[in-house]
């Protein structure tokens, strides 16, 4: 045997053991990060956890259960609504939550469509679902259920959509038809 082929041969043989090292390596990689490893840690998420990140549907699925009347409303609406949105839901900070019916559609180009709770929303579902997730503005989540049904109807009757002696609840809440319920079509998709 040469020298040559003695360095050759060694050569082949660190360069055999380097692979076999690297494909260890790569199995000791794979069992910790492949698609199927689990890291013992965390817990599968449930249905409570995951509410928060569904809306309930325009015909009431998804409703929580709980109820509440425009008076028990006007007390939380002074309470944790008014500073933003006004004495009469006329806007500040916040939207304007009532008024503009009928301003939508009209053939004055200086005349802005005035975009409210009462003149723009089909569903009032939406309006407890955002009122639920989104306000307070500053303590968004806060409010409980009976607290949203509450002010959903204050503003629903400050729109003149719903009596003053009405009471809100997750099986009435669905069927209140608004103003604007039929101005919109659907997207041909
Ligand atoms: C700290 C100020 C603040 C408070 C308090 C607050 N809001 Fe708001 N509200 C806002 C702002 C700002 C927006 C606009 C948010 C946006 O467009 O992202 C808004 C948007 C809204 C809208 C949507 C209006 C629209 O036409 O898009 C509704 C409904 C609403 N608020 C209801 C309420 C109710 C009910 C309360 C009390 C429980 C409340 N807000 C308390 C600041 C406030």
Same mark, same amino acid.
């Given at each position: 045997m040469s020298t040559i082929t003695k360095y050759a041969s060694a050569g082949r043989a660190t360069a055999a053991v380097f692979a076999l090292g690297l494909g260890l390596g790569m199995n000791a990689w794979a069992d910790n990060?492949? !698609?199927?490893?689990?890291?013992?840690f965390g817990e599968p998420a449930t249905a409570e956890d995951l509410k928060p990140f569904f809306s309930p549907l325009p015909d009431g699925r998804g409703l929580p259960k709980g109820s509440g009347t425009v008076m028990q409303g006007e007390k939380v609406y002074q309470q944790q609504c008014l500073a933003c949105h006004g004495v009469n839901l006329e806007g500040g900070i916040g939207d304007r939550l009532a008024g503009g019916r009928g301003t939508l559609v009209n053939n004055n180009p200086e005349k802005a469509p005035v975009k409210t709770v009462e003149s723009y929303w089909p569903y009032a579902t939406t309006l407890f679902d955002y009122v639920k997730r989104? @306000? !307070?503005?500053?303590? !968004?989540?806060? @409010?409980t259920d009976d607290e949203v049904y509450a002010v959903s109807a204050y503003i629903l009757w400050k729109g003149n959509i719903i009596e003053k002696d009405a009471t809100l609840n997750q099986d009435n809440l669905a069927k209140i038809e608004m103003p604007n319920r039929n101005g919109f079509k659907p997207a041909n998709r």
């Open positions: 990060h492949g !698609p199927d490893k689990t890291y013992n989104a @306000m !307070p503005f500053d303590r !968004p989540g806060s @409010m």
